[in-house]
T-cell receptor, first 117, second 112 residues
Framework: GAVVSQHPSWVICKSGTSVKIECRSL??????MFWYRQFPKQSLMLMAT?????????EQGVEKDKFLINHASLTLSTLTVTSAHPEDSSFYIC?????????????FGSGTRLTVV | GENVEQHPSTLSVQEGDSAVIKCTYS??????FPWYKQELGKRPQLIID?????GEKKDQRIAVTLNKTAKHFSLHITETQPEDSAVYFC???????????FGKGTTLSVSS
């Protein structure tokens, strides 16, 4: 079945530094990927929609200059948390459509636990 | 945009009992409604989904019902087992028809 690989699975960084998270579709092409953030005991909150070859679409309240998204190929989307602060500590999960636009399958990455100290 | 409400936030049942989790959505154009199970620190796992052209779908102990008129859908788990204990999320496709919007989740505890 469709597989989305996400790396790293966990990362600890110092305040003020930047962290890059990668999301790869291994056996299918994903023109669209989605980035979610999940705080402890909360739901998955959509941060942005990543579109291959074009700018990402950010949800209201998500700072596009802080959460940089790049989707340069059909199999790779990256999320860079810039100038990270402790309040950015969270579980970040990517997702991709694993079927053509007419289908409804969504595949999730394994998530990245970010801790900012 | 799409708004998904989920109830209850916690649910405790005895092994063998049934569990029901309910969700409502706001966008009448939404046409896809999946349910996910998430264990601590792991990715959500799809357990069942339903499209807007059907009213009910069943897969062994799990079933989902959809009422388009009322804009609500429900997850039914019968003969619950301790391994069913997890957080369950409902979701619906958003206004743009691409990303999934999730409910706030239900923590299900099944005691033996």
């Amino acid at each position: 079945g469709a597989v989305v690989s996400q790396h790293p699975s966990w990362v600890i960084c110092k305040s003020g530094t930047s962290v890059k998270i990668e999301c790869r579709s291994l056996d299918f092409q994903a023109t669209t990927m989605f980035w979610y953030r999940q705080f402890p005991k909360q739901s998955l909150m959509l941060m942005a929609t990543s579109n291959e070859g074009s700018k990402a679409t950010y949800e209201q309240g998500v700072e596009k200059d802080k959460f940089l998204i790049n989707h340069a190929s059909l199999t790779l989307s990256t999320l860079t948390v810039t100038s990270a602060h402790p309040e950015d500590s969270s579980f970040y999960i990517c997702s991709a459509r694993d079927t053509p636009a007419s289908g409804n399958g969504y595949t999730f990455g394994s998530g990245t636990r970010l801790t900012v100290v | 945009g799409e708004n998904v409400e989920q109830h209850p936030s916690t649910l405790s049942v005895q092994e063998g009992d049934s569990a029901v989790i309910k969700c409502t959505y706001s966008d009448s154009a939404s046409n896809y409604f999946p349910w996910y199970k998430q264990e601590l620190g792991k990715r959500p796992q799809l357990i069942i989904d339903i499209r807007s052209n059907v009213g009910e779908k069943k897969d062994q102990r799990i079933a989902v019902t959809l009422n388009k008129t009322a804009k609500h859908f429900s997850l039914h788990i019968t003969e619950t087992q301790p391994e069913d204990s997890a957080v369950y999320f409902c979701a619906a496709k958003n206004q743009a028809g691409t990303a999934l919007i999730f409910g706030k989740g239900t923590t299900l505890s099944v005691s033996s």
